[in-house]
């Protein structure tokens, strides 16, 4: 048992024990995906426990849920959402072809850069 369950006052562990599989399908809920769902409470249960005596008094699920969906806001915020594979490549604009109908190739890149720049 640790220090704070000692105390009265349930901890960590024993908050993960009891509510990690209802975290769990809230992360799943929100990924949809198993794997990624845990990846995501993983990576909240690490950055809830070391705030975890100032949280333990108030709701700590509630804390821990809020993190769950800033967390998973800001993965899919930076998820990359470029380039997709296709079968052929795509033509090319001639207005986007710069050196197009020029017998010279294009200069190398340290040609185009400024002295100070080097």
Request: charge should be neutral; avoid cysteine; glycine fraction near 6%.
């Amino acid at each position: 048992m640790n220090q704070s369950a000692a105390d009265g006052e349930p901890g960590f562990e024993d908050f993960v024990a009891t509510r990690g599989d209802r975290l769990y399908r809230a992360a799943w809920l929100l990924t949809g995906d198993a794997h990624a769902a845990e990846d995501l409470l993983q990576t909240v249960l690490a950055r809830v426990w070391p705030k975890w005596s100032r949280i333990a008094g108030d709701n700590p699920e509630a804390y821990t849920r809020r993190a769950l969906v800033n967390t998973y806001a800001t993965w899919w915020l930076r998820r990359w959402r470029g380039e997709t594979p296709t079968r052929d490549l795509p033509e090319v604009s001639p207005a986007r072809d710069v050196f197009a109908g020029t017998s010279a190739p294009a200069p190398p890149a340290h040609a185009v850069t400024s002295p100070g720049s080097r």
